[in-house]
């Protein structure tokens, strides 16, 4: 569907486009999935033949009536918030199960309803896909030009030597412009009332959609703010509720988990899991996730630092950064069937981002701001997967904000996050 025509916006790509296509060739419906504002509906639309969106009164008033009404016109057909109405669920799972044709729906949402014993759970019906905010490329309307491709560099390609480097400006603008498309283009006044808008949004009424909660929105505000300190580190719920109990009294662990699970059913909190593998040394893994805000800018916000702070603040502006290399890594892999997990062990040897892919191939990259630091990355990095009992992986990347493009004498690759491509 013509989205500029159809709804005056015309549509930048996605990495998420190919899995969609590809997915609805097979299967009879997709759910998107995704922090509510990263672009579903446009994407839903984009791919889309007709569409209806359940959260207006025309929708509702027509499910009241008569739900499968919603369900008719061409397909593939966009039932977008499909959690508003949540008995088109399974009325789409039967008319996927009467039908052998494939691509019959996209369904949309920006939360994870609870399960109940009525909806079923679309197994082997529907295809759930996640859809992020922007990425860096994306951002800049630069998807599909040339650049380091995530897929290429897993087939052996090595990236074309370059000395062209980004400012400091760029990186710290680029962190601080949101992933949300409305906000991509907004003046940074702009932008930043809208990021802490969606902070308390989050707090007071999304969080509310899914369960009664006991807790007040300022300790649901408080805890994004430090997940969002601790942003691409490993921290366990205790280190969560000390840093809290800096302002409130400490929630309970309970409540905590509580909050984190819904966080992460509204997609505005993702944690990256630690990789599960076999150790050469006697060393052990760590079991601690590692949590990021669903944009880095979301977490610049929730911090109260805007370019001048980062400026000056370079270790916080490190964290972003890392923050968002992970962020682009995670839409990347998705997009071409892989995972993303990190590895630390009890020596101290770590990895800031192991992708895996469905063949077992692996890679693994260190996360560095500056070019300068690209040696030392590369000598960490080995260090680290000399711990591994493993097949050596596919490659070994530091991936910087203002480095240069090159393969280094022990074969690491490094390259500035500007330039990944799925």
């Known amino acids: 569907m013509d989205t500029a025509q159809e709804v005056g916006i015309a549509y930048l790509p996605r990495a998420v486009d190919a899995a969609v296509s590809k997915t609805l060739e097979s299967v009879g419906a997709i759910v998107l999935e995704g922090p509510r504002g990263c672009g579903k509906t446009m994407t839903g639309l984009h791919h889309a033949g007709s569409y209806v969106l359940l959260d207006t009164p025309e929708a509702q008033a027509a499910a009241d009536v008569d739900p499968r009404i919603l369900l008719e016109g061409e397909t593939p057909r966009l039932l977008d918030e499909w959690q508003t109405v949540p008995q088109v669920w399974n009325l789409a799972r039967r008319a996927v199960d009467f039908s052998n044709q494939p691509g019959r729906f996209i369904l949309t949402g920006s939360a994870v309803p609870t399960a109940d014993s009525v ?118 719920q205790a280190t969560l509720r000390r840093d809290i109990a800096r302002v409130l009294p400490a929630p309970s662990e309970a409540t905590v988990a509580k909050l984190l699970e819904l966080l992460q059913r509204v997609f505005v909190v993702e944690a990256v899991t630690p990789w599960a593998t076999a150790l050469r040394s006697k060393a052990k893994l760590r079991r601690s996730n590692a949590y990021h805000l669903a944009d880095p800018a979301l977490a610049a916000a929730a911090l109260g630092a805007d370019a001048a702070r980062l400026t000056r603040d370079l270790e916080t502006l490190g964290f972003l950064f890392e923050s968002a290399v992970v962020h682009d890594l995670l839409v990347y892999a998705e997009a071409v069937g892989g995972r993303v997990h990190r590895y630390r062990d009890s020596n101290g040897h770590e990895i800031d981002a192991v992708i895996t892919m469905p063949d077992g191939s692996w890679a693994a990259v260190e996360v560095k701001l500056g070019g300068g630091q690209v040696s030392a990355g590369a000598a960490r990095l080995s260090q680290a997967v000399a711990q591994i009992d493993a097949p050596p992986p596919a490659f070994r990347a530091v991936i910087t904000g203002t480095g240069f493009t090159a393969t280094l004498p022990d074969g690491t690759l490094t390259f500035p996050l500007d330039a990944l491509r799925p």
């Open 119 to 236: 909806r079923h759970t679309g197994a082997s019906r529907f295809i759930r896909i996640r859809q992020r905010t922007m990425t860096w490329a994306e951002k800049a309307g630069e998807l599909t030009t040339p650049g380091i491709g995530l897929q290429d560099l897993f087939s052996g390609s090595q990236p074309t030597p370059s000395m062209r480097t980004s400012p400091l400006a760029d990186v710290v603008n680029n962190v601080l412009t949101p992933g949300f498309p409305a906000l991509r283009t907004a003046d940074a006044q702009v932008r930043t009332r809208a990021l802490n808008g969606y902070l308390q949004d989050t707090a007071t009424t999304d969080l509310g959609r899914l369960a009664t909660l006991r807790s007040e929105p300022v300790l649901v505000e408080q805890m994004l703010v430090a997940l969002a300190r601790s942003t691409a580190s490993e921290v366990s």
